[in-house]
């Protein structure tokens, strides 16, 4: 089944501790970003990559790390969380730069 | 500044009641244009989507939506909602490098 996988679903964490949030695609996507969703403010773009190797910061990357060692994944790291990164983070991917999203199941983050 | 701008912050409607929820940008260049939908606790899945051609598409579950290229909008539309369309609705505009999504519209529909 095609799919863009997160982990974890949920993470509960205290500030200045270093997380990874893994995600992973099997459709052999191109394209993989990075979101978080916070309430009035609708989804900004952290990080995105266009390929291996390749990424590029999105509207709101500060706080943040990714990398893009292999096609299929793109894990989003924070170095030293804060409480201002509590959010529910989504990772997506598509084709080409262009085209359909395909969205992960999100991951809530909480940064006590 | 490229942005996108939902109208509606919340709109609550009866069943059967008809439905449009605005959608305005402001970008440089070509676009591709997306509504999204995310019911509770659940990933944005996609409701339909404008790239070319015809400006009126056609999306799943009865949803449509309309390009006014000269107006920057792309308006969402459903001749008469029911309670399980009951979600947030999110507008999406793609250009070379990224895609940006405005600040979503909560639809509650009333039984």
């Known amino acids: 089944e095609a799919q863009v996988t997160q982990n974890p679903r949920y993470l509960i964490t205290v500030t200045g501790k270093k997380l990874t949030v893994t995600c992973s695609q099997n459709m052999n996507h191109e394209y993989m970003s990075w979101y978080r969703q916070d309430p009035g403010l609708g989804l900004r773009q952290i990080y995105y990559?266009?390929?291996?190797?390749?990424?590029d910061k999105g509207d709101v990357p500060e706080g943040y790390k990714v990398s893009r060692k292999e096609k299929r994944n793109f894990p989003l790291i924070l170095e030293s969380p804060s409480p201002n990164q509590t959010s529910l983070y989504f990772c997506a991917s598509s084709l080409g730069r262009r085209g359909k999203l395909f969205f992960g199941s999100g991951t809530q983050l909480s940064v006590l | 500044a490229q942005s996108v701008s939902q109208h509606n912050h919340h709109v609550i409607l009866s069943e059967a009641a008809s439905l449009e929820l605005g959608c305005n940008y402001s970008?440089?260049?070509?676009?591709?244009l997306f509504w999204y939908v995310q019911y509770p606790g659940q990933h944005l899945q996609l409701l339909l989507k404008?790239?070319?051609?015809?400006?009126l598409v056609k999306g799943i579950k009865g949803f449509e939506a309309e390009f006014i290229k000269s107006k920057f909008s792309f308006n969402l539309r459903k001749p008469s909602v029911q309670w399980s369309d009951t979600a947030e609705y999110f507008c999406?505009?793609?250009?070379?490098?990224?895609?940006?999504f405005g600040a979503g519209t909560r639809l509650t529909v009333k039984p």
């Open positions: 404008y790239f070319s051609g015809d400006p």
């Open positions: 990559s266009m390929n291996v190797e390749v990424t």
């Open positions: 999406a505009v793609q250009g070379d490098n990224d895609m940006r």
């Open positions: 970008y440089g260049g070509t676009v591709n």
